[in-house]
């Protein structure tokens, strides 16, 4: 525990260093300016940075300028680990991270990686950019985060070396690789194969030697990752879409007034469909690719059989989840 409150010092030191060589705290063309920081650890083309660059360019429109913000993107300032701390220490602004992380402040918001949660896109993130994806932001509370808008990070499916998979059925045996998460192992034994939990890292070389049959994950990430080349079999299903976070700091935030508040959270809903839009170029993209590199798509139009299959999960996070399952997907 010291080593790792050491460590967060050192981290905040160097972020202050390059946060000062970067752009400072304000514009020195303007005293009027005050330039905040946001932390994004993809790279300067990737959907989540267009996104966060659209939201600075919106803040500083809504704002007549009085605010920027300074994209750092390429995991400048960190991993998403970092970021976090240093947001909650004040010493970065805002950042973008996965839904996953937050868990660890919010028990409620980890109910997004429920499979199968949503049954139509438009109508999720009709439901995410609204009243109860804000309520669901506003469990961070006490957590020194102020979350903001949920962005796209695309829906997980499986892909194989094997065979196929059209049903359940088809996955009973096969050895997937998964997070090292509770729930991502229920998800993949309830549906009959073995869970395997693996560093993303190894999952490549796993595929080739066998140690794994195969892996979950969206079209980017398995275009990426180059695995589509060693696991041919994609089922797109779609068990699961946990999105991002787009959040500020705290220490940040009680130094606006109402107003630049109410600003800062149209700008960050407003960039949600810039972001998705890039999101959604890039999958067709990746998907594209793979296809022409000879992976074979099964695309999977009725879920109710696969919906079914992980009712034990359901049944297991009921007492923790059913209260936001029934206000995510209710009509």
Known sequence: ???????????????????????????????????????????????TTVGAKEFARLVEEKTDGRYKIKVYS???????????????LGAVDFARVNTIPLTEFSDDIGVLAMPFLFEEEEKKWEILNGDVGRELLDTLEGSNLVGLSFYDSGERSFYNTIRPIETPE?????????????MAIDIVEALGASATPMEYGEVYSGLQTGIIDGGENNFPSYYTSGHY???????????????????????????????????????????????????????????????????????????????????????KYEDRYDEWIEKLTRD
């Open 1 to 47: 525990m010291l080593k790792r409150k050491t460590f967060s010092i050192l981290l905040f030191l160097i972020v202050f260093a390059i946060i000062l060589t970067g752009c400072g705290t304000s514009d020195a063309s303007s005293d009027e300016t005050t330039t905040l920081v946001l932390a994004e650890n993809q790279s300067e083309d990737y959907p």
């Open 74 to 88: 390429g995991g400048q300032l960190g991993d998403e680990k970092d970021v976090l701390e240093l947001a909650q």
């Open 170 to 182: 088809d996955m009973k045996g096969m050895k997937i690789r998964v997070q090292a998460s509770e």
């Open 229 to 315: 080349n060693v696991a041919p079999y994609f089922t797109v299903n779609g068990y699961q879409d946990v999105p991002e976070v787009l959040l500020g700091s705290e220490d940040m935030w009680k130094t606006l007034n109402s107003d630049d508040k109410e600003a800062f959270r149209e700008a960050a809903l407003e960039s949600v469909d810039v972001q998705r839009e890039s999101w959604a170029e890039l999958t067709a993209e990746a998907k594209q690719v793979v296809v022409e590199a000879g992976s074979e798509l099964v695309e999977i139009d009725d879920i109710t059989p696969w919906r079914k299959a992980v009712q034990p999960v359901y049944d």
